[in-house]
């Protein structure tokens, strides 16, 4: 049935962008296509792909800001807790499910197991904020960005809202991409928690409360604009021993982030197909599972011996389809409401 209370541009968005971090954490092009044996082409696509997360988390802003604005606790606790609860199941199972196939044959469940735990353990703090596999960082990122929303919306001081998003945004660069420049101290990896989270998820909030439009030609400038500055600085980055394809998020990555959100905007018809609707409100299941196929796929090709295009082909399609097939498969059981949203 068609949905007509959803933008189709929006959703085809989510799936792009989902698709854009199955391809990310797949790592493609980085063993072939090289310059002076250096991954010209997988880095740059690595930063390509950027654009991603913070779209996710303008999405979310956007989204979520009519509820937001009139019952902020509210909707920080329906929100938030269906979030949580993803985030603890998916740990839990990210920490059981083995990443080394070949560790396990050779020396048990218990030592590959054992290794990964004991690295977590490290920087218990970071683990906190990211969970129990890498990916799943940004769910506690997106509760707290909601959070602080929600509660200065509550307290009705919604002016600080861009200040104090901001202040953790430039925190975060200093403390991330910038931190061999500004050795700011720094009590985890800032592209978990706030950072940078909150200041995506107000700007999605803002444009929605704000109704701010652009048209396309002018979000298309945007987004080449926040392109150029990103990379760019990643660029100049690698002067200081930074490496290049290191970034989640730089001064020019909101700008890339909005640029995508305002030129699918402009265009709310694109992709206007039942499919889009059907498989967009699955993004979020697809997102947590996508990283634990993504393994799966890295040990078949492996234990195969497929390599180069070949192997970024299979991890990557492999990836999308299975996990997305899981994802619809498991909506049609008792196990979505343990597993999902």
Not at 33 to 39: A, E, I, K
Not at 87 to 100: E, G
Not at 217 to 229: K, R, Y
Request: charged residues 10%.
């Amino acid at each position: 049935m068609e949905n007509t209370n959803k933008i189709a541009s929006l959703e085809l968005g989510r799936l792009l962008a989902m698709f854009a971090i199955i391809a990310l954490h797949s790592q493609v092009f980085m063993t072939y296509l090289l310059m002076d044996d250096f991954p010209v082409f997988g880095n740059i696509f690595n930063q390509l792909t950027r654009f991603a997360v913070p779209f996710f988390f303008i999405l979310s802003g956007y989204f979520i800001q009519p509820k937001l604005t009139h019952t902020p606790l509210k909707t920080i606790q329906s929100y938030c807790a269906p979030l949580f609860k993803i985030w603890i199941v998916w740990s839990a199972l990210s920490l059981a499910l083995p990443f080394h196939w070949r560790k396990v044959a050779e020396n048990g469940y218990l030592a590959e197991r054992t290794g990964y735990w004991n690295w977590l353990t490290q920087n218990p703090l970071n683990a906190l904020f990211e969970g129990g596999m890498v990916h799943l960082w940004f769910i506690p990122a997106l509760i707290i960005a909601v959070s602080i929303i929600g509660l200065l919306v509550h307290f009705k001081k919604t002016t600080w809202l861009i200040p104090i998003a901001v202040i953790l945004y430039v925190y975060g660069l200093a403390g991330g991409s910038y931190q061999t420049l500004t050795e700011v101290w720094t009590p985890f990896f800032t592209r978990n928690g706030p950072f940078f989270s909150t200041l995506m998820v107000v700007i999605g909030f803002e444009l929605r409360r704000r109704e701010i439009t652009l048209s396309s030609t002018n979000a298309l400038i945007l987004l080449l604009v926040g392109f150029a500055i990103h990379f760019s600085e990643a660029y100049s980055l690698t002067q200081f021993d930074v490496p290049f394809n290191l970034h989640d998020f730089l001064i020019g990555t909101p700008l890339m982030g909005i640029g995508v959100f305002f030129l699918l905007l402009s265009k709310p018809r694109l992709g206007h197909h039942p499919i889009t609707f059907t498989l967009s409100k699955h993004v979020l299941g697809i997102y947590v599972c996508h990283l634990l196929f993504v393994v799966v796929f890295l040990n078949i090709t492996a234990m195969m011996g497929i390599t180069l295009a070949m192997r970024d082909f299979v991890i990557v399609f492999g990836t999308a389809t299975v996990s997305t097939l899981f994802v619809l498969i498991m909506d049609k059981t008792p196990f979505k409401r343990i597993l999902f949203r």
